[in-house]
């Protein structure tokens, strides 16, 4: 099993960036696909979740507006759009499979549950002011 999150870089704040999920090794099409973010000193924070079908997605308070998630089940492929970047989304960007995603409207912390644990390298996304 593999997730590898591409995409990442240097960008000013009120910037957009497209990361990319390229997976492998597990039937993509049937698992939720989540993406986690990890800024220096922080725990790992979910971030955002789309249902195996596309019905559903996830957002946490801290993206939401800002964040698109989507997928292509056909490329095996998950892609996170991220419009007006602020310094606070400077992070490391993993994706991940996931059992379920949250409810739309949950507003705690966002648990990883899935079967694999694989998160690979991740990608750097830099923001500055």
């Known amino acids: 099993v593999q997730l590898q999150a591409s995409g990442g870089g240097l960008v000013q704040a009120g910037g957009s960036l497209r990361l990319s999920c390229a997976a492998s090794?597990?039937?993509?099409?049937?698992?939720?696909i989540a993406w986690f973010r990890q800024a220096p000193g922080k725990e790992r924070e979910g971030v955002s979740c789309i249902s195996a079908s596309s019905e559903t997605t996830y957002y946490s308070d801290s993206v939401k507006g800002r964040f698109t998630i989507s997928r292509d089940n056909t490329k095996n492929q998950a892609y996170l759009q991220m419009n007006s970047l602020q310094p606070e989304d400077t992070a490391i960007y993993y994706c991940?499979?996931?059992?379920?995603?949250?409810?739309?409207?949950?507003?705690?912390?966002?648990?990883?549950?899935?079967?694999?644990?694989?998160w690979g390298q991740g990608t750097l996304v830099t923001v500055s002011s």
């Open positions: 991940a499979e996931d059992s379920g995603c949250p409810l739309p409207n949950y507003s705690g912390t966002y648990v990883y549950t899935g079967v694999f644990g694989t």
């Open positions: 090794g597990f039937d993509f099409k049937y698992y939720p």
